[in-house]
């Protein structure tokens, strides 16, 4: 699922918001990704990707973000490494990683 625009409504997703300055925006996204259990693996720039794994059995999932073209825009992208379906995992984790950056971000 991925934030680009054209996506369709089943793989859609909003990008994060912020107002202020982008530098501080990606480093509090980074201490919430952190903070929800995701390992850093790389950081380039405007971009960030983050591995999580399943609690159950484990499975790798990528979270990928990416400065907007746009001022104020974090563009997303979340996808399962295994399987065509993940329940809705990845969708619900980008939605409590939102919350967690709106709040941080209010500080």
Same mark, same amino acid.
Do not use: C, T
């Given at each position: 699922?991925?934030?680009?625009?054209?996506?369709?409504?089943?793989?859609?997703?909003?990008?994060?918001?912020?107002?202020?300055?982008?530098?501080?925006?990606?480093?509090?996204? %980074?201490?919430?990704?952190?903070? *929800?259990?995701? %390992?850093?693996?790389?950081?380039?720039?405007?971009?960030?990707? &983050?591995? &999580?794994?399943?609690?159950?059995?484990? &499975?790798?999932?990528?979270?990928?973000?990416?400065?907007?073209?746009?001022?104020? /825009?974090?563009?997303?992208?979340?996808?399962?490494?295994?399987?065509?379906?993940?329940?809705?995992?990845?969708? /619900?984790?980008?939605?409590?990683?939102?919350? /967690? &950056? *709106?709040?941080?971000? *209010?500080?």
């Amino acid at each position: 699922m991925s934030s680009r625009p054209g996506e369709d409504a089943v793989h859609g997703l909003a990008p994060l918001v912020y107002s202020g300055d982008a530098a501080v925006a990606l480093g509090r996204l %980074k201490q919430v990704a952190v903070a *929800e259990g995701g %390992k850093l693996v790389r950081v380039h720039g405007g971009y960030m990707h &983050f591995e &999580f794994r399943s609690r159950l059995f484990h &499975f790798v999932d990528d979270v990928e973000f990416l400065l907007g073209r746009e001022p104020g /825009r974090i563009e997303v992208r979340s996808a399962s490494r295994s399987g065509y379906s993940d329940l809705g995992a990845n969708r /619900r984790r980008v939605e409590r990683l939102r919350r /967690r &950056f *709106e709040e941080a971000m *209010e500080r």
